[in-house]
């Protein structure tokens, strides 16, 4: 349920719609708009009666929600989320660029490669601290050692820091030393993980699942939404199809799904989303192309060396190509005065 | 990496080989056979240089070994594991039937569920008191509650319970309640999940996830039993793919694959596998003919009036139907006397 | 649009409605069944006015579809459409067994595989002449010289002979020489061949794409009987999902989805549908117990020298296994005393 | 198979080794390297025993070829191909635009899409006669009428026509009255109509099935050069996951992963791709970006009244401010000068 506030409603026609959603047991979420206020109703079981509402004063329209989400819904909020992570913004005016190895290895590995990320001018350092594994042989991370290093790149680069966090342990840990909380892909649907990530303070960042259709995307960013952590920032990362030629298939078509939609940002993850070097960089192109709002990539000082998806990770100079030439195409489709963006 | 020694090596040859893999920071699993000692190597993070023992006295090769799995593997235990829920076993001589609701909704429901399988001699019942549900605002279960009425159905049918842990607290409450911990779809690659459920001493039912492979799923169960609990059920519940026909697509060709590699029991989900009524029963009897060890099978005293997933769940009727239709094929297929089994 | 005759409705009142039917530009299908008849409308490009007929004398009632086939639909033909095909039938009372090699080798292959084919009871022959194979350098059938050993097939062991036609050519050579002409996964969606195959007055198997969906392949069979071939067998051989433990994942929910909608019978190709001989004669009991009307399963003399598929091959021996198990349980699911069928 | 002498072998022994592959029955083909000779084997049906090579004098290493395809590839001929359709090429330094109408409708829609097509200074017309519909009672194309419309507006406009042939007589027709045979994606591996296309002297647009891997993609290219008709453009218009919000899922990594292996060109087709009228633009651009030669795009004077795929084509005025923004962006990536083309 949506409800829909007139222009010149009053503030007191709004704590009036308020009180009737609490006293009918479920939950009201304000969102002020530039032109009218919306408030979303949260916490109802199956659908509720639009008549408890529409004649109430200023209620210009009380709509039943045929889709599931309504948190994430650009109908609740026209305009685009702007999500604050540590001293930058994602989903504004400027690419955001999240670079860094996949898995934190050691000092020197995870210095060299922060020392590219921030001559590169991105803002924000990504590395893994606990990595998910497909084997349980397989290198798992250094844990809070690692976080504790990212903690330090901050204090030396002023680059904002993105890590994953498998449990709810790890969503304390990075909510300690990190600025964004990753939920990775295998977990997208682990709703009492997402449940844990709404109730803090710090954005997400919510890759889809292998297998995620768009409405479980969103549905899942509206688990950590529903707890009042509105700061979610979606990923593409490629999807698991029957093509073998890369590791998955990015779906490039979600991006301008996602913001006709929602008002969400939506970067996107050439790295994972490919799992090949020489693939990484045509395909970050055409994500800042397609309208993404930022790129994660992998960068490692000696790839051959990675303890984790080393084929995937570009050089830092590969990795500085890279940057130069997305910025060139964000300039040309973002630019107000080319009119690229879609009215989306 | 698996070293296989010559015919004729020495036992101090064997000594050397072991003394370098631990100079190298390995462990080594000496495993004599009848004709030759192999050397299993473990402990290693990345691969390892096979010119470390090739030229060592009495070594025949050392070979990388592929695959990532080593518990799961008839190569370690040939024999089929039986695996006791409560007090009875699943992977044995009998075809195991876990039945009951999707999801618990109260007492009456519940009990008219439990009367029905324990009616059909089933020694299994299910229902979800935790619900992973795709929607925050669906209805996510009874929790607790809905654990103590499983553990009411137990006392008075004797039914072994199974049912859902979605995070830690839930894999207390069902250790402390329930006979077996249901580790859903979404979850199979909730990698802290599958530790924690690894460190109970309750056996855990594995869900195969929507987009897993054959060796993600082993390697799943992998996690779990390298915590030190070898008491795994595998589930094949269906896969996401194109067809539209079904909710997913039962890929019962992993059966046979399961029993030619592991010597874990796999059981088949008809009802989520479908997500049909009509559907259930004609795959449940090809799950029981293709060589499943049991099924999970939704019933619903009032299919029309359930929370979740009405649309797939058996009225008592049909699912005693399905139950004596695919006794007759276990009959038929597992019977020694028919010889029908393959040398899995 | 189909129109349903009143049960008392007079040779002449169906005459009337097809004058109709033609006197609006498009084509008449009498379909007579039990109590009623049924005529389905074709050539329409749009929907067409239920007004035109409604009111004629002995109409029932005037049905637009929905669903975009019309002559497989059981609302067209209640009953089960029996296939005869040479002097045996696929979809009535008997379990259809078609065998033999992937592709036609020489006559000593030939003849060894026809044997084990006759000696097994079953009634039809399979065997590649013009084979579909991925590479242009593979190898691509005997042709001709392989119908004629087909032909020879028949008259030696009475088998009746299906086989696959890629092109018009082929459709010729095979309804010459052949029973059944069996259109490939590879061309459900030739149009041309499939509207020319419906021209012929020989049954035709039509399997199912790699990607098809259930309409897809219902709508590909349309394209057949529209042409006035109403002789068509549909074949589920599995379909291309991320799976990677079988060639194909083999579906086998779309076996009662088509008992469901449609008159036709469907078959399953547990062969290549899994692509690994182990894996067959698990697939082929599944198939049966799923209700399928028969199966299509590769046999040869010697499936290591096989020049084409030998991983899936059965050796005779095998083969001779697997006819006696899914017979069993055939007799188990069909037997209308054990009320397994589904009321499909 | 592939036979690498050593450095230092002789010509003798190089003699020596095309005499036992001569007396084999194949054809060898000798490739002088800089530093070393390689043998290549062709003629070969099955694999060939290294055995038979690896111990004569000079021989380095027998290869077994694991991957099928020989005339794509780039070891054959590093340059990059650029086709010549019409007066114009494809391939080469130029953006390759193809549009116009899904299906020829009449006279006023084919030109007024033409003369928008002109005006952008596209080179390409595209427009369906002969249209592969789902359904035999869909609109099935216009034919040999449409095909002589396409040869006015070539008369008219200047513009090239590419088009779709669906059966052997559709390949004649469409060489007579245009300029490049389209052959569409359920007509991929259809083999027949591969050769028989093959045979013909115009270029062939070859797209890629919807449930093709790169390999089937380039094995189809090459049945078609097999017979001596080197022009192939491919097209990547979407595969078939089970992503719901777009038509087709387009996997934009094929690009980068032609570009290594092949020498041909390959375009992208972002309006079959994505089905969605707002999502061309953007897939169009993140295809230019992506590295594509070319791109097609459907453009109707008025989509909501089109016969076929009216969802996903763009008015003329969307039609022009696309084209705008993907020369843009291919000027960008292009230009030498920018130094973003890969090293493909």
Same mark, same amino acid.
């Given at each position: 349920?949506?409800?829909?506030?007139?222009?010149? +409603?009053?503030?007191?026609?709004?704590?009036? &719609? =308020?009180?009737?959603?609490?006293?009918?047991? /479920?939950?009201?979420?304000?969102?002020?708009?530039?032109? $009218?206020?919306?408030?979303?109703?949260?916490?109802?079981?199956? @659908?509720?009666? #639009?008549?408890?509402?529409?004649? =109430?004063?200023?209620?210009?329209?009380?709509?039943?929600?045929?889709?599931?989400?309504?948190?994430?819904?650009?109908?609740?909020?026209?305009?685009? @989320?702007? *999500?604050?992570?540590?001293?930058?913004?994602?989903?504004?005016?400027?690419?955001?660029?999240?670079?860094?190895?996949?898995?934190?290895?050691?000092?020197?590995?995870? /210095?060299?490669? +922060?020392?590219?990320?921030?001559?590169?001018? +991105?803002?924000?350092?990504?590395?893994?601290?606990?990595?998910?594994?497909?084997?349980?042989?397989?290198?798992?991370?250094?844990?809070?050692?690692?976080?504790?290093?990212?903690?330090?790149?901050?204090?030396?680069?002023?680059?904002?820091?993105?890590?994953?966090?498998?449990?709810?342990?790890?969503?304390?840990?990075?909510?300690?030393?990190?600025?964004?909380?990753?939920?990775?892909? $295998?977990?997208?649907?682990? /709703?009492?993980?997402?449940?844990?990530?709404?109730?803090?303070?710090?954005?997400?960042?919510?890759?889809?699942?292998?297998?995620?259709?768009?409405?479980?995307?969103?549905?899942?960013?509206?688990?950590?939404?529903?707890?009042?952590?509105?700061?979610?920032?979606?990923?593409?990362?490629? *999807?698991?199809?029957?093509?073998?030629?890369?590791?998955?298939?990015?779906?490039?078509?979600? &991006?301008?799904?996602?913001?006709?939609?929602?008002?969400?940002?939506?970067?996107?993850?050439?790295?994972?989303?490919?799992?090949?070097?020489?693939?990484?960089?045509?395909?970050?192109?055409?994500?800042?192309?397609?309208?993404?709002?930022?790129?994660?990539?992998?960068?490692? #000082?000696?790839?051959?060396?990675?303890?984790?998806?080393?084929?995937?990770?570009?050089?830092? +100079?590969?990795?500085?190509? =890279? &940057?130069?030439?997305?910025?060139?195409?964000?300039?040309?489709?973002?630019?107000?005065?080319?009119?690229?963006?879609? @009215?989306?």
């Amino acid at each position: 349920m949506l409800i829909v506030m007139k222009p010149d +409603a009053l503030a007191s026609d709004v704590d009036k &719609v =308020l009180q009737v959603i609490e006293a009918l047991g /479920f939950r009201g979420h304000t969102l002020p708009g530039e032109n $009218r206020t919306a408030i979303g109703v949260t916490g109802n079981k199956g @659908s509720v009666d #639009p008549a408890h509402f529409e004649n =109430l004063p200023g209620v210009a329209d009380a709509i039943r929600v045929t889709k599931p989400y309504k948190l994430i819904s650009k109908e609740l909020r026209p305009e685009k @989320s702007v *999500i604050t992570v540590g001293n930058a913004t994602i989903g504004g005016s400027e690419l955001a660029i999240i670079a860094g190895p996949c898995a934190l290895e050691n000092h020197d590995q995870v /210095f060299a490669a +922060a020392e590219a990320v921030a001559e590169s001018g +991105a803002r924000f350092f990504r590395g893994g601290a606990f990595k998910p594994r497909t084997s349980p042989y397989a290198f798992q991370g250094l844990g809070i050692d690692g976080l504790k290093m990212l903690a330090d790149v901050r204090d030396q680069y002023g680059l904002n820091i993105v890590t994953e966090a498998m449990d709810e342990h790890g969503v304390d840990a990075v909510a300690e030393y990190g600025d964004c909380i990753q939920i990775g892909a $295998r977990n997208m649907q682990n /709703f009492s993980l997402l449940r844990y990530a709404g109730l803090t303070k710090k954005p997400v960042l919510l890759k889809r699942g292998l297998s995620a259709t768009l409405d479980e995307l969103l549905l899942a960013a509206e688990y950590i939404m529903a707890e009042g952590n509105y700061d979610v920032i979606l990923c593409e990362r490629g *999807i698991r199809t029957f093509a073998d030629h890369a590791r998955n298939t990015i779906d490039l078509s979600i &991006v301008p799904a996602v913001h006709r939609l929602t008002h969400l940002p939506i970067i996107v993850d050439p790295s994972h989303g490919t799992g090949h070097n020489y693939m990484v960089t045509p395909l970050a192109r055409a994500g800042v192309a397609v309208g993404a709002d930022g790129l994660i990539i992998e960068v490692h #000082p000696k790839p051959e060396q990675a303890l984790c998806d080393g084929a995937q990770a570009l050089t830092p +100079a590969q990795y500085a190509d =890279l &940057v130069s030439q997305v910025r060139a195409i964000y300039d040309l489709v973002a630019e107000p005065a080319h009119a690229f963006v879609e @009215s989306n």
